[in-house]
Structure formats: C-alpha cells, structure tokens
C-alpha cells in the first residue's frame, strides 16, 4: 500500500516554470514505476510522463515533451514534475500515481496499469 500526496501547483503566466512533486509513503517506493497524468475541465485524464523503479528510463508524451522533465529521489520517496515553457493548454488538475506490478526499467504510460493515486493539484495557467 502506498499513499501520494501532490504539492507545487499554482497560478502561473504562460512561458512560466512550476515543479510539481509527490510524496510517497511506504517503504517499497523505489519498485513502483511512478506517472504523471492530468485532467482538464470537460476531459478525460491523460497521460503526462513516466519514470522507471531506478529513474534510468523516462518517458513522455508528445504534447510535453522538451518541456516537462520527470525525476525521482527514491532516498526522499518523491517524485517530480519540473514542468517549463507553460502554456494555457497546460491548465489541469495534475495527479501523480504508481504502479506496483511492473519489472525494473520499465515506465508506464496506461492510466488503467496504475493501482494508487494521489488527490491531485491544479496547475492554472495564465495567457
């Protein structure tokens, strides 16, 4: 079992830098591959960035890619979300999650594959 709790959202102008993170509990969060998602008004929740158990492997999708870096300290049970160059259309509620049944070095874009949530944290972006 392990519980996330997001924290570095905030109103932002657009071209603006925010770090998002996620605290995890539990003493095994160095095996669980770790997501980003986000969800905007009126849309389904989409996938954002992974990170594998070691933090080798990452992986993004196309609408953040070269803007948005994924990272984790398994030492602090966190993971991270440097999220630049915002644009309005980067506006969502973000959620981090974990994933649990995966092997090492592999990172997880399927929001069905995750089994724990955290509460998640809005990012506005202004234009």
């Known amino acids: 079992q392990v519980q996330l709790v997001e924290s570095g959202g905030g109103l932002v102008q657009a071209g603006g830098s925010l770090r998002l993170s996620c605290a995890a509990s539990?003493?095994?969060?160095?095996?669980?591959?770790m997501g980003w998602f986000r969800q905007a008004p009126g849309k389904e929740r989409e996938f954002v960035a992974a990170i594998s158990w070691s933090g080798g492997s990452t992986y993004y999708a196309d609408s953040v890619k070269g803007r948005f870096t994924i990272s984790r300290d398994n030492a602090k049970n966190t993971v991270y979300l440097q999220m630049n160059s915002l644009k309005p259309e980067d506006t969502a509620v973000y959620y981090c999650?974990?994933?649990?049944?995966?092997?090492?070095?592999?990172?997880?874009?399927?929001?069905?594959?995750?089994?724990?949530w955290g509460q998640g944290t809005q990012v506005t972006v202004s234009s």
């Open positions: 999650a974990a994933d649990s049944a995966v092997e090492p070095g592999t990172v997880v874009a399927t929001r069905e594959a995750y089994d724990y």
């Open positions: 539990g003493r095994t969060f160095s095996s669980y591959a």
